[in-house]
């Protein structure tokens, strides 16, 4: 693992969201993205290394939908950087992980992404992620 990319915080509004954000952190919102096939949208921030991305469900179904209809707001996974997904998942598995998707997919802000199971990771939901390299 090269660092930690991000942490992901679930939000019902990314409007009430990314002003709050905007004036916690101290910086704009560099990037918002819509992920079809995860029913979100993102929005990122950016302070020094360390960077946020705010997650607003699109559907009622969705996955943060859900999540925040069992938890409330507040953060959602962490995601760490990866220099070869792929090898990463191998290594991972081997060490016993289970992964919710071992196949890497499209994620938000140009990357490749796979989620480990809370269940192996003391609750903690954790994405590794690759720069998608074009």
């Not at 916690?24 to 992920?35: D, F, G, R």
């Not at 060490?95 to 609750?123: R, Y």
């Amino acid at each position: 693992m090269k660092k930690v990319e991000h942490i992901g915080i679930a939000v019902k509004s990314l409007s009430t969201s990314i002003p709050l954000f905007t004036k916690i952190l101290n910086t704009s919102c560099y990037k918002t993205e819509e992920v079809e096939s995860e029913k979100v949208k993102t929005a990122f921030f950016k302070n020094g290394d360390t960077k946020v991305e705010l997650l607003e469900s699109t559907q009622p179904d969705g996955i943060i939908a859900r999540f925040i209809e069992r938890k409330g707001e507040g953060m959602h996974h962490i995601a760490f950087e990866v220099e070869d997904i792929e090898k990463e998942v191998v290594r991972l598995k081997q060490e016993g992980f289970i992964f919710l998707n071992e196949i890497p997919k499209k994620g938000a802000d140009n990357k490749i992404v796979c989620f480990l199971h809370p269940k192996e990771t003391n609750g903690i939901l954790m994405e590794i992620c690759q720069e998608i390299i074009t």
